[in-house]
């Protein structure tokens, strides 16, 4: 029997030498109302039913395999058990199943049964758990049964009157514990389902709304974010051309299931191109933990925020066998230069970064067939016609700053949001006249590659300068003090703003925070970057503040320090750490 490449049907699947013959090649040839969970699932399924397709480890290091005839026997159970209950095409079902082995097979069922899935991280509270329900119309969620995520919804629920259905999946280590009071069990009803769950005239796929995620609100409230059926086709470039998996690899990206990264790492592209996944359930990113797990299961390729590298970079790296590892990147934030170069050296292996969004897939990256310029996104990736724009909305110069924007004037690619979901105000303000607006800045140079500098409200303009706090971030991370840094400004009567720095220090930094490492500091930053950028206020933290996705919220540091601003008028309270070097 010949065995085919799925792929070989939906896109053009080859290696390619040059990126410009990548760029300009590479096509998706999509089936007409494709759906992933009959077009991929149920195929592999079928064709490839023997190979693993998932490596579950459980915090407790148990484990358990999944085969590609396990997911479709499986997805099928649940869209059956799903139908029974009462959910149908449209219905709008939350889920908030960490990173339990029930979140992957539950997916692919509600796809073919045509539920709009709405992933949300497990840490949420009651007052998040209502707001999402209410935003969006949700008539489910399916939760797991531990971390008091069942008690937080059952408090959201008398503020959330449109869901009817509450369930719980119990994890591994509950098997023999009763579902919580006021819940369904979601497991038994899966298990007493017919795995036969056929492709019927109707079925939901193309550009019906699939899956839904709420960004990561770094201001105001999250908005929702609607991606079609043809989302999933988006990441064959992330996870065949960025990641490099390969049929028999083994893929690790970090992420809690209820983000988007998810999707870009954990499923879709992956089993697309033929790799198994390894999920891995643990309750606290260690940096060592991981690391041990990358050397004991022969992990092929690897994808981290830049936040966990900066960890793992101070790790012993050369007492681990990372021997199988042939290819890492990285997403999320901006990766400073400073880390890429210790990982280089440590390691021997280059982290390839890559640009997108909630609302997009894989938009820029450093894609292996092109040369690593260490702090760059890279280069546009297939099917996305990427510009920077002045403020003008004309295009910019190279080396000119300018908003990262979409031009899809000859059609959206797959993997681009249909809009924000019932918000047709903020969806005309993003897509408008052809053109999406990402909200990121960034410059390009001649050689095509982008650069980032920040979140258009992220801009310190300073003294007739404008300045992004990428740029500053990086340069404080090359000392040996600082562990993370967030840039942002301050208002000042006679520059407009300042560059202020908040830093949490190294826990191995000796010399306490206080005013000679502020002096420090500032010099370093004047001698690595243009001297104008230097930070003129610098305060030391315990911890920066961030979204429960890991990105740090400038917008909640501008906020506190402004209002500490107005009641002291001055900058006297700003200028000086607190005693002891720590606020």
Not at 292 to 298: E, G, H, T, V
Not at 401 to 417: F, L
Not at 491 to 509: C, F, I, M, S
Request: glycine letters at 10%.
């Amino acid at each position: 029997m010949i065995r085919v490449s799925l792929l070989d049907t939906l896109c053009t699947n080859k290696d390619f030498e040059t990126y410009r013959d990548f760029y300009n090649e590479f096509k998706l040839t999509p089936p007409r109302n494709f759906n992933f969970g009959f077009d991929v699932i149920d195929v592999m399924g079928e064709t490839h039913k023997n190979d693993r397709a998932m490596l579950w480890i459980g915090p407790g290091q148990e484990e358990r395999g999944f085969t590609f005839g396990d997911m479709k026997r499986l997805s099928g159970k649940v869209a059956n058990a799903m139908r029974l209950a009462g959910i149908k095409k449209g219905d709008i079902v939350l889920l908030a199943l960490r990173r339990h082995y029930q979140f992957w097979y539950t997916m692919m069922g509600l796809h073919k049964l045509g539920a709009v899935v709405i992933p949300v991280t497990h840490q949420l509270t009651t007052r998040d758990y209502a707001y999402r329900m209410n935003a969006s119309g949700a008539i489910a969620i399916i939760a797991t049964a531990e971390d008091g995520v069942p008690s937080n919804i059952l408090a959201a629920l008398p503020e959330s009157p449109g869901v009817i259905y509450a369930f719980a999946a119990r994890s591994p280590r509950m098997q023999t514990t009763p579902v919580p009071q006021g819940f369904l069990d979601f497991d038994a009803l899966v298990d007493e389902a017919c795995e036969t769950f056929a492709r019927e005239s109707g079925s939901p796929g193309g550009e019906d709304i699939m899956l839904m995620y709420f960004s990561s609100g770094t201001t105001g409230y999250p908005k929702m974010v609607a991606h079609n059926y043809l989302y999933p086709l988006g990441h064959i470039t992330t996870a065949r051309y960025w990641h490099e998996n390969k049929p028999g690899g083994l893929h690790l990206t970090v992420s809690d299931s209820g983000w988007g990264k998810a999707a870009w790492g954990k499923m879709y592209g992956q089993w697309l191109a033929e790799n198994t996944v390894l999920a891995y359930d643990f309750d606290k990113f260690d940096a060592a933990d991981i690391l041990k797990k990358l050397q004991d299961y022969r992990v092929t390729t690897f994808c981290a925020p830049p936040t966990m590298y900066r960890y793992i970079i101070r790790q012993p790296l050369n007492s681990y066998d990372l021997s199988a590892l042939r290819h890492v990147t990285t997403a999320g934030e901006a990766l400073n230069p400073e880390v890429y170069d210790q990982f280089l050296a440590k390691t021997g292996l280059k982290i390839y970064e890559g640009f997108g969004q909630t609302e997009t897939t894989l938009m820029l990256a450093t894609f292996p067939t092109m040369q690593v310029r260490a702090g760059s996104m890279g280069r546009p990736t297939p099917g996305y016609d990427v510009h920077v724009l002045d403020e003008g909305g004309n295009l910019a110069t190279f080396g000119e700053t300018g908003e990262i924007c979409v031009d899809y004037s000859k059609g959206r690619p797959p993997g681009m949001a249909s809009g924000y979901y019932r918000d047709e105000e903020m969806t005309n303000k993003a897509w408008k006249d052809c053109w999406y607006h990402t909200g990121d800045t960034a410059w390009q140079d001649s050689r095509g590659y982008f650069w980032y500098v920040g979140r258009t409200d992220d801009v310190i303009k300073s003294s007739g300068y404008r300045i992004g706090p990428f740029e500053v971030e990086s340069a404080l991370l090359e000392h040996p003090a600082v562990l993370e840094a967030a840039v942002t400004s301050l208002p000042d009567p006679v520059r407009g703003q300042v560059v202020k720095a908040t830093v949490v220090l190294a826990a191995d930094y000796e010399g306490g925070g206080g005013e000679a490492l502020v002096r420090e500091l500032q010099a370093h930053v004047r001698k690595s970057t243009a001297p104008y950028k230097y930070p003129r206020v610098i305060e030391f933290v315990e911890c920066l503040p961030k979204t429960i996705s890991g990105k740090i919220m400038r917008a909640k540091i501008r906020e506190r320090d402004l209002e500490r601003y107005k009641a002291a008028n001055n900058m006297d309270g700003f200028t000086k750490p607190t005693p002891g070097g720590r606020a």
